[in-house]
């Protein structure tokens, strides 16, 4: 699995957790407790992953900007 699967994985695993937690308690209170602070564990490596994939597009749509415009000289 490559790091950036890895990545998309804890993405998915915070989504999920999310879902159940909106449902409320279904389950045991200890499971709904164990969700609830994994959930809350994941919420800063999620922003942070976010945050890199928002560069990293950033970054995407600045090279397409410099190769069309290397393209005009």
Known sequence: MSFK????????K??????KLAGGVTGSTSDYTSNSKEYSNLNPIVELIKGLWDKEKELRELDEIIDSKDGDI
Do not use: A, T
Request: hydrophobic content about 35%.
């Open 14 to 19: 915070h989504e999920e957790l999310g879902e």
């Open 5 to 12: 699967d890895s990545l998309v994985n804890l993405v998915k």
